[in-house]
C-alpha cells in the first residue's frame, strides 16, 4: 500500500499533467505516476478522484495557478508509469531472446 497525505503546508504545489481519455477527455495525472479523472469542477478548484476502481485518493487543482495544491487517501494499487515500465521490460527481453534464437 502507498499511504498519501499531502496538502499545501505538507507538499510542493505540483504541475498540472493531464493525459488523454479513450472518451475524449483527460485526466489528472501526479508527479508519482498515479492517474485521476474529473470528479467535479469549481470556480477556483477542480476536484479529481483516483482512476482506479475501490480507491480513495483524491487530487485537488488550484485553477487559478494550475497547479496540484492536496493529494489526500490511499492508493490500493502501483502507479501507471510502473506498470508501463514493466511492459516495456518484458517487451526488451522477449525481443532479447529473439534475437538470440536467430
Not at 8 to 37: A, C, H, S
Not at 70 to 90: A, P, R, V, W
Request: proline residues 2%.
Amino acid at each position: 500500500l502507498i499511504h498519501f497525505y499531502k496538502s499545501l503546508d505538507k507538499m510542493q504545489p505540483q504541475t498540472v499533467t493531464y493525459i488523454p481519455t479513450k472518451q475524449e477527455g483527460k485526466n489528472l495525472r501526479d508527479e508519482d505516476g498515479f492517474t485521476y479523472k474529473l470528479n467535479k469542477k469549481r470556480s477556483k478548484k477542480i476536484y479529481f478522484s483516483c482512476t482506479k476502481l475501490g480507491c480513495n485518493a483524491k487530487a485537488t487543482v488550484d485553477a487559478v495557478k494550475n497547479l496540484i495544491i492536496n493529494i489526500t487517501g490511499e492508493h490500493l494499487h502501483d502507479t501507471d508509469i510502473m506498470k508501463e515500465k514493466i511492459n516495456q521490460m518484458q517487451k526488451e527481453v522477449i525481443d532479447n531472446a529473439a534475437d538470440q534464437n536467430i
